[in-house]
């Protein structure tokens, strides 16, 4: 494996898991890909118990993905922003790189690419923002984020039309109905395009085909 893609949505085949995808496809590199609502990885619980040897110790399925991190030369992290924040599968996936990051930095000079879809654009690059210091703090290489206009669940829940709570006629208007017709595929935006160019940047730098590394900025 040359480059890992973990994605933080739930939510099945969602835009999210498609763009990673996409990354890892057109990198042309043999990969694999985590979905961590099918594993398990909780919150840091701050134990230190990882001090001496970088290897947590807590009892789920992160050491495992920790050695597929390791063995990887490059990774792409997707996530989503429900109620307007990171969500809490790769808030938790983030927390726990803490393992791997202090006094020898395991993940020094990976390549990363970062995904983050939702509705609000600015809650979209706050959240970006917010892993890339994380990235910073590994010292990984963080070439590129990749920005997707994401979806409001109440389109396709089934009440969308009658609940008092819906997100519908703040997006779409009062008149508006509920219809999967309204959700926007992650192939149909700018975004696509740029998640196949970034895959084949990262093919490249693993291959040596070019040594100029983009460098994205952060707000610290």
Request: proline residues 4%; glycine residues 6%.
């Amino acid at each position: 494996m040359k480059i890992l893609g973990i994605s933080g949505s739930p939510v099945p085949n969602s835009n999210t898991d498609r763009l990673v995808l996409q990354v890892l496809n057109s990198s042309k590199l043999d990969f694999e890909f985590v979905k961590l609502s099918n594993i398990h990885v909780g919150p840091c619980r701050a134990c230190k118990a990882c001090v001496e040897d970088n290897i947590c110790k807590v009892n789920d399925d992160f050491p495992e993905l920790a050695k597929k991190i390791q063995e990887a030369d490059a990774i792409v992290i997707g996530g989503y922003t429900p109620y307007r924040m990171l969500d809490a599968y790769t808030k938790a996936f983030l927390e726990r790189l803490w393992s791997m990051r202090h006094l020898h930095s395991l993940n020094e000079n990976k390549y990363v690419v970062t995904i983050i879809s939702g509705l609000d654009k600015q809650t979209r690059e706050t959240a970006l923002n917010a892993i890339a210091v994380e990235l910073f703090m590994e010292r990984m290489h963080h070439v590129a984020e990749l920005n997707i206009e994401g979806n409001v669940p109440c389109l396709t829940c089934g009440y969308g039309d009658g609940c008092k709570n819906s997100g519908i006629p703040f997006i779409f208007g009062k008149e508006a109905k509920a219809s999967a017709t309204h959700c926007i595929s992650v192939e149909n935006q700018p975004v696509w395009e740029k998640a196949a160019q970034t895959g084949q940047l990262i093919g490249q730098l693993i291959n040596g085909e070019i040594t100029s590394i983009p460098c994205v900025k952060i707000d610290r």
